[in-house]
């Protein structure tokens, strides 16, 4: 459905299979599927845990977290069984690469839950898909039917002696629900409300077995590592970032799409040369470089290899791997108003700090672009989302405040040039509903 | 309270995914929304009382979920993503114009209950936005002109 792209400088590992037809099982066989997890079966869990920890896989969720590292949490020894979580609920705005994953590659996701399950002597996997994506829930329930009756799912998968299942899961529309906590609240059937940390899911997780919960690109990305060795993988990225990864182009950009670049690959370069840089001879005025909880970057800033730490030390996040790019035609109070609208959507409405905080803030924002803003908001602005920061009960309240914090410190002359009644300079009229000045 | 075979199947087999049966409720939610529309009072009843759960139990989560709902919504559910990508490449233009097409806001519904119109949130169609969700199906790299196109060809269906 979603168009494939291409440039000269991608490389290849998770996208490998796009566009080959490996939704069919023996298609996915000849592409070397499947060989993997025999290999897998034929080594020891610490060795699987270490080769993934050697090769660099940091999580593709967004946190960037050593897959091999979190894998070595789980305790050996559990009175509870034991789960593997594959986080398909991909609803950070910007991010669209699950999406691909699970339409052209769902095997290469299935094959890395069962490898995560060996890893930590799980024996059940759960794919989690949101409820939006209702064509890839149903290419995966074929995908999984198709592996039970190879015999590679269930009883003594692949004559090994060992068992495990894998089955699918379908949400119902909720970002919150992608937050590891609240992914298993709703899994097992409840509101997607988180749960306090520590103990955390690798100790007490899904009906309060030690749970694995990683990212769909993530596990599809365990595949490719195991057969080509964690020293191939890590070396593709700069040290500590391994292997490659799906970037979600977007915005004003001349090729946006789904590109699949080396960790570290450079910023400016992936909008000018792969994006195609942007169109219409406008000049490039922000970037948000890994999905709306991101800081974003000014021009200025983009020289920056995109992986984790760079990133990190540059003052933004690599994030979920969305890069939205914004012209000079934007309005960076909408653009501000519209991140705020989005959280304070989907906030769970747990804890008061993020409940509140993006609630006013929205109110504050709505004020602001429709012309009612006072000067003492900018800082007001500022003030809350700086004391949602650390506060909330998970980090959905960071996401609402970072990318704002940012904004309004890079960009404060354009809510100077909203204040006092004044129009938004990049709209006609303002189409946003007003709502009253205050005092 | 009758389901179709394939819900009745489907739900039987989902049950033997989890070690407790309420896990099965939010796809089983929207599974039952697929086949009546909406969650009413009398498909709530049923699904708490095989899941053993109490009716505000399931109330409770309906309402977490933003595609759970217990309003009947038109045949065609049209959702037009206005999330910062699709913002950028002209989604407002696009909502504004459902909205005067259908002469109906946000969670509207056209008098001939043909069409219902909804703002949401990133469906996942960021590199080729703006994007439309109608019911499941996605329409992505949308203009006005297209989408007029699209909803033209639901129109005859
Ligand atoms: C509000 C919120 C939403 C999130 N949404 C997603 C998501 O949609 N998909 C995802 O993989 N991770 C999401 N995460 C991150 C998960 O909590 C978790 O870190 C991740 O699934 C772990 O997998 P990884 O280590 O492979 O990245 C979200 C986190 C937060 C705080
Ligand atoms: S922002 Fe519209 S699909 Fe992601």
Known sequence: MAEL????????????????????????LELDGYKAVQKALTMQPDAIVNEVKNSGLRGRGGAGFNTGMKWSFV????????????????????????????????????????????AVGSHTGYIYIRGEYRYLLEIMQKAIADAYARGFLGKNIFGSGYDFDVYWHGGAGAYEVGEESALMESLEGKRGIPRIRPPFPAVVGLWGGPTVINNAETLASIPHILLGGADWYANLGPPKNGGTRLFCLSGH?????????PMGYNLKKMI????????????????????SSTPLMTPDEIDVPMDFDSMMKAGSMLGSGGVVVLDDTTCMVK????????????????????????????????????????????????????????????????????????????FRQEFEDHLEGQPCAFEKESKIEQLPVLA | MRFSEQFESRFAEMLTHYPTKRSVLVPTL??????????????????????????????????????LTTHPRGKYNVQVCTNIACLLRGADELFEHC?????????????DGLFSLEEVECIGACSWAPA???????????????????????RRK
């Open chain 1, 5 to 28: 792209v291409s440039h000269p400088d991608e490389v290849r590992v998770v996208s490998r299979r796009f566009g080959q037809g490996a939704t069919n099982l023996d298609r996915y």
């Open chain 1, 75 to 118: 305790p050996k020894q559990s009175a509870k069984p034991k789960y593997v979580l594959c986080n398909g609920d991909e609803s950070e705005p910007g991010t669209c690469k699950d999406r691909l994953i699970f339409e052209h590659d769902p095997h290469a996701v299935i094959e890395g839950t069962v490898i995560a399950g060996l």
């Open chain 1, 253 to 261: 950009l001349k090729r946006p799409g789904v590109y699949e670049l």
């Open chain 1, 272 to 291: 000018y040369d792969v994006g195609g840089g942007i169109p219409g001879g406008r000049k490039l005025k922000a970037v948000v470089p890994g999905g």
């Open chain 1, 335 to 410: 653009f501000a108003l519209r991140i705020m609208k989005f959280y304070q959507h989907e906030s769970c409405g747990w804890c008061i700090p993020c409940r509140e905080g993006t609630d006013w803030l929205k109110k504050t924002l709505i004020r602001f672009h429709s012309g009612g803003g006072l000067k003492k908001d900018i800082d007001n602005i500022l003030y809350l989302s700086q004391n949602m920061l650390g506060r909330t009960f998970c980090p959905l309240g960071d996401a609402a405040a970072m990318p704002t914090i940012s904004i309004v410190k890079k």
């Open chain 2, 30 to 67: 929207l599974y039952a929304q697929d086949e009546s529309g909406s969650l009413s009072d009398e498909v709530i009843k049923e699904i708490a009382g095989r899941l053993e759960l109490t009716e505000l139990e399931v109330r409770n989560v309906i309402s977490y979920y933003s595609m």
């Open chain 2, 99 to 111: 909205e005067k097409k259908f002469g109906v806001k946000h969670k509207g519904t056209t008098a």
């Open chain 2, 132 to 154: 439309v969700q109608v019911n499941y199906d996605f329409h992505e790299n949308l203009t006005t002109e297209k989408l007029d196109n699209v909803l033209d060809e639901y």
